[in-house]
């Protein structure tokens, strides 16, 4: 099992900025994927973007060059740098983690960002 905390949502203006983390704890040592999805209100929870253990990234097309996703493996976290945020961008942000030998999903409670003047 693995257990994910989120922080660091809140109330932004647009075009403001906010940083979001995640801990991992339990079994951290079978994740391999870790990511952010979102999930806006009347809509289905979409990805963000993910990293791999290595370092790879990938995000959704609506956040690239303005979101930044990073890791510290040593210390169990996975960071989400959001810049020049949108109306657009509020949400419930979630955590994410893939582990184990089947590939099994693992998710924060999440955490709301507001973007709204």
């Known amino acids: 099992q693995v257990q994910l905390v989120e922080s660091g949502g809140g109330l932004v203006q647009p075009g403001g900025s906010l940083r979001l983390s995640c801990i991992s704890s339990?079994?951290?040592?079978?994740?391999?994927?870790m990511g952010w999805y979102r999930q806006a209100p009347g809509k289905q929870r979409e990805l963000v973007a993910t990293?791999?253990?290595?370092?790879?990234?990938k995000y959704a097309d609506s956040m690239k060059g303005r979101f930044t996703i990073s890791r510290d493996n040593a210390k169990n976290w996975v960071y989400l740098q959001m810049n020049s945020l949108k109306p657009e961008d509020t949400a419930v942000y979630y955590c994410?983690?893939?582990?184990?030998?089947?590939?099994?999903?693992?998710w924060g409670q999440g955490t709301q960002v507001t973007v709204s003047s």
């Open positions: 990293i791999t253990r290595g370092g790879s990234t």
């Open positions: 994410n983690a893939v582990a184990g030998r089947d590939g099994v999903d693992f």
């Open positions: 339990g079994n951290i040592f079978s994740i391999y994927n």
